[in-house]
């Protein structure tokens, strides 16, 4: 029996305007998991008028209030960690310890946003009157819009709205249309459920052809006054360009090409559990997800091989099996557009290590190429699936161009057992991440959390995720009656 859910506007789940509903599809088995209702414009409008309704009185309740939301909303969410399994097996075929991930950092997210709200803000400035005092003071925007997608639902879309509600705003959701529960209406129901007041948190759910009328009704409302987005950077482009249409802040979380080096003075086991994790966990559909393994040559027979060994035992499958490391992608037309990139680089000439061939409906066997050249679509394409390229290097210097020869820039895992040597290299790599002796996939909820180049622009997680979404005023006071020429 599929789940049925409704809008979430003001409180209240309602339907949407125009009564329609859209299919929520489970990847693994390809039956209808949920149906929800199918938002447009209309919609949006009517959550804003709630969110921009509820602004006033959520930015003026005394942080020690807003601060209890938070950490009763932690606590609840982490009580629900078998319920977010079941969901995220279903919705986005995510393996269990990938949902209990998922769980567990999604919660600290929130326990930060907590922290960040009773956080001293704002200074006290000098002036060039006597007996003047001035003040910077950071002070929310108002309604925010959230676009949260679906690969890591609770852990994205909890990130889409913690920071701005934490900075005192208000927040309309428009949640991936292949995970609109995990990522727009349960982390509802949790903030719900832990005392958020009516028309604070708003979600709006959409057909997939919709989802640009309904994205660009979002930023264009007047009243939306900043826009975060997470997702491809096809899309980011989109949604940066309606922003900057309307003069708005935004913060683009975008794709990634990662790489993972692999250093001479690397530990080689160390390494392969390192890439394997860093490649293949939730099916690579991660943003961080390293799609170059670039070694040493000295290294690279040895890791080759062990890398290859791994890969080629990892359990792939059933999401709800426990043993299963490698689940289905996000859909079909999902698997067989990574099944495409590995054709074209085998038919150019690329070699398959293990893996390969034609998927099983959603799920694609976990992959490994080498000899991949710049003219295959791989080389500079996001993979965003349980495939990735082994690539040698001479030197550091090597190693730093082809890490760098990449339009985007998220994160980057420098392997080695010499933290002097790896943090030289790291400082080269131009990414808005770096990770000494690990892999690239690392996340905190305390961290600058974001990349440059064509991975976006600005930062979520502790205070830099507040300062994104708030303004800073200049306030003085005169402490004595000033003298004018006229």
Not at 24 to 34: L, N, Q
Request: proline share 5%.
């Amino acid at each position: 029996m599929a789940t049925t859910r409704e809008l979430f506007i003001g409180g209240k789940d309602v339907p949407a305007a125009s009564g329609r509903t859209a299919e929520d599809i489970s990847p693994f088995t390809g039956e209808v998991y949920a149906t929800v209702a199918a938002g447009g414009p209309e919609d949006i409008t009517r959550a804003v008028d709630a969110a921009d309704a509820a602004f006033p009185e959520w930015a003026a309740l005394a942080p020690f209030a807003r601060r209890a939301i938070f950490l009763k909303a932690a606590d609840l969410l982490d009580a629900k960690g078998e319920q977010a399994a079941e969901l995220m097996a279903q919705e986005v075929g995510g393996t269990a310890p990938w949902a209990h991930f998922n769980v567990a950092l999604a919660a600290n997210v929130l326990r930060e946003a907590a922290a960040a709200i009773t956080a001293p803000r704002g200074e006290v400035l000098s002036s060039q009157d006597t007996g003047a005092l001035g003040m910077a003071i950071r002070e929310p925007l108002g309604v925010v819009a959230a676009f949260a997608p679906w690969n890591a639902p609770l852990i994205l879309g909890v990130r889409a709205v913690a920071a701005p509600l934490a900075a005192g705003n208000t927040v309309v959701v428009k949640p991936s249309e292949d995970a609109p529960l995990a990522c727009g209406l349960f982390v509802a129901d949790v903030l719900r459920e832990a005392g958020l007041p009516d028309g604070v948190l708003n979600v709006v759910t959409n057909a997939p052809e919709d989802a640009a009328e309904v994205a660009e009704a979002l930023v264009a409302d007047a009243r939306v006054r900043a826009v975060n987005f997470t997702g491809s950077t096809g899309v980011g482009r989109i949604i940066g360009t309606h922003a900057a249409r309307h003069l708005k802040p935004a913060v683009l979380e975008l794709g990634g090409k990662n790489a993972i080096l692999v250093l001479d003075d690397a530990d080689v086991d160390y390494a392969v559990d390192a890439v394997t994790f860093g490649v293949y966990m939730n099916a690579g559909q991660i943003c961080m997800s390293g799609d170059r393994i670039l070694v040493h040559e000295s290294l690279a027979e040895e890791f080759t091989r062990k890398f290859t060994a791994k890969v080629a035992a990892l359990p792939t499958g059933d999401p709800r099996d426990p043993s299963t490391v490698v689940g289905p992608l996000v859909r079909a037309s999902a698997a067989q557009r990574v099944a495409a990139l590995v054709k074209d680089a085998v038919d150019k000439g690329a070699t398959v290590l293990t893996g390969g061939g034609a998927p099983d409906g959603a799920v694609h066997p976990a992959t490994v190429l080498t000899g991949v050249t710049k003219d295959m679509d791989i080389y500079y394409g996001e993979a965003f699936g349980p495939v990735c390229v082994v690539e040698t290097f001479a030197d550091d210097a090597a190693a730093i161009a082809l890490a760098n020869d990449t339009e985007n820039g998220l994160t980057c895992g420098v392997i080695t057992e010499n933290a002097t040597h790896g943090l030289a290299v790291a400082r080269r790599i131009r990414t808005g991440i770096v990770h000494v002796n690990d892999q690239s996939v690392g996340d905190e909820p305390q961290a600058p959390f974001g990349g440059v180049k064509d991975s976006g622009y600005g930062r979520f997680g502790g205070r830099w995720g507040i300062e994104a979404f708030s303004s800073t005023r200049w306030v003085t006071v005169a402490t004595q009656q000033a003298h004018y020429p006229f």
